[in-house]
């Protein structure tokens, strides 16, 4: 069973430079803009990935527990054929290929139960990995943004959406942000790969 994880579509543009400290106004006036796209994306990779792992995690587990099944069926019919053979004192090199086959049957189960369950151990480890990166990425967040249900929602998306705390006034296309926000955000921007339009906003000053 495979799992085909949903589709995160982002489509963001980026031709900003980076100015060390740049005036509110200057540059690009949808720095802003495209930072809280960007950060958005991050936060959504996250439930994206923990929807892919604990789905993975569900098909492997089902996977195992059917396999359990498979081979508690074969252990019964084994044990019922090597009853027939000693009670007909079948000689070992006459035993009849159905005995032969379920006991290679059991063995190649008992291999993938044992990988199976191995798998189980490492997805754990990396949903509790995820979702630690994860804690840590929203509590960083929360000087700057706060995350809130989103009112229009795409088929098949998530209803977050990230909204910064510090709003401009409707008279501003741009406003900077206060000095500990601002300091948070470039901060926060180093998790992104693409950190350019962050750290552009971060920089600015009123």
């Not at 009670?87 to 139960?113: F, V």
């Amino acid at each position: 069973m495979r799992f085909y994880p949903r589709s995160l579509r982002l489509l963001i543009g980026l031709s900003l430079s980076f100015t060390p400290m740049l005036r509110a106004g200057e540059g690009q006036a949808d720095a802003r803009e495209q930072c809280r796209i960007l950060m958005s994306g991050h936060y959504l990779s996250y439930l994206n990935d923990l929807d892919v792992l604990k789905n993975n995690l569900t098909s492997t587990s089902e996977t195992v527990f059917g396999m359990k099944a498979k081979r508690k069926l074969a252990a019964k019919q084994l044990s019922a054929l090597q009853n027939k053979h000693e009670a007909q004192n079948t000689p070992a090199a006459e035993l009849d290929e159905d005995l032969l086959g379920l006991r290679y049957q059991m063995e190649t189960t008992d291999d993938e139960i044992r990988d199976g369950e191995a798998r189980i151990v490492t997805v754990k480890d990396q949903i509790a990995a995820k979702e630690k990166g994860f804690k840590a990425y929203k509590e960083a967040l929360k000087p700057v943004f706060e995350a809130i249900n989103a009112k229009i929602v795409n088929q098949g998306a998530y209803p977050i959406r990230l909204e910064y705390r510090h709003p401009c006034s409707k008279y501003q296309q741009l406003c900077a942000l206060p000095p500990p926000q601002s300091k948070a955000l470039f901060i926060l921007s180093k998790q992104l790969d693409e950190a350019i339009a962050c750290e552009h906003y971060a920089n600015m000053r009123e």
